[in-house]
């Protein structure tokens, strides 16, 4: 059985990745977007799925958002939090802007888009909330004191959801992906990418998005209704928490 879903961050990377498996499916899909409207008219063109511009660190834009989804495409019933920014620097040379721009946009979103559809989600006595948080919210980064703190501030989110709505068939969980292929990370010069990063992945090599995307359609399935409050890693064996 298809369900509505939507998904922040849904015409990029790992997000498009997870909008695409979750289309080819069955479920009818809402790809959230941010800025790039060249991205996401290719994307809409190539896949038919429906994209939505908002910017998720607004209350305001996200309930008036999920609204006009609803209302094109029905109650939401699964819950994808993707989208996410870096705003990388030193803490000692980090300024506030750089702090709240990532804060606001990687963990308040997840108010902003959770509890405008938690209460239909305990009325239907089902709902699927999935967070992509990150390993370097789990073991922290140089540079990142800003998106740790949000992506470890995730993990502990999704564990009080998932407690609070256990009973009315909602699971709540998070997938901490590493170093994953998308466009952001080939991007890094080759030599850094060599010599720097993949001599720490275990298995030798960039996690591919449809990897995450396989872990979101797991988590999502109604069969898969005892899994809630987990954080899952996805990292080739990086971070083992």
């Not at 300024?95 to 009325?123: H, K, Y």
């Not at 709902?127 to 995730?154: D, F, H, L, P, W």
């Not at 993990?155 to 998932?162: H, M, P, Y």
Request: aromatic fraction near 6%; hydrophobic fraction near 45%; proline fraction near 3%.
């Amino acid at each position: 059985m298809g369900h509505v879903v939507l998904v922040t961050g849904g015409t990029r990377g790992i997000g498009a990745a997870v909008s695409r498996s979750l289309h080819a499916a069955g479920h009818t899909v809402a790809a959230n977007y941010a800025s790039n409207d060249a991205a996401a008219a290719k994307f809409k063109e190539e896949t038919g799925i429906a994209v939505y511009k908002w910017d998720i660190s607004s209350f305001d834009a996200c309930a008036a958002g999920i609204k006009q989804v609803e209302a094109d495409l029905g109650p939401i019933e699964i819950l994808v939090n993707n989208a996410g920014i870096t705003r990388d620097a030193m803490f000692h040379r980090m300024s506030v802007e750089q702090w709240t721009a990532v804060i606001n946009t990687n963990l308040s979103s997840l108010f902003n888009m959770c509890r405008p559809v938690i209460d239909g989600m305990r009325e239907r006595n089902f709902g699927r909330i999935i967070v992509i948080s990150s390993m370097n919210g789990q073991k922290g980064q140089i540079g990142q004191t800003n998106y740790s703190a949000a992506k470890a501030g995730e993990i502990g989110f999704i564990k009080a959801l998932a407690l609070e709505n256990a009973k009315k068939g909602i699971t709540v969980n998070a997938i901490c992906p590493g170093y994953i292929g998308t466009e952001m990370v080939q991007a890094v010069p080759k030599d850094v990418l060599e010599k720097s990063i993949l001599p720490l992945i275990p298995v030798g090599r960039l996690g591919d998005p449809d990897e995450i995307a396989r872990a979101v359609m797991f988590l999502v399935d109604d069969k898969e209704g005892f899994i809630t409050g987990a954080s899952i890693s996805i990292n080739g064996g990086q971070y083992m928490p």
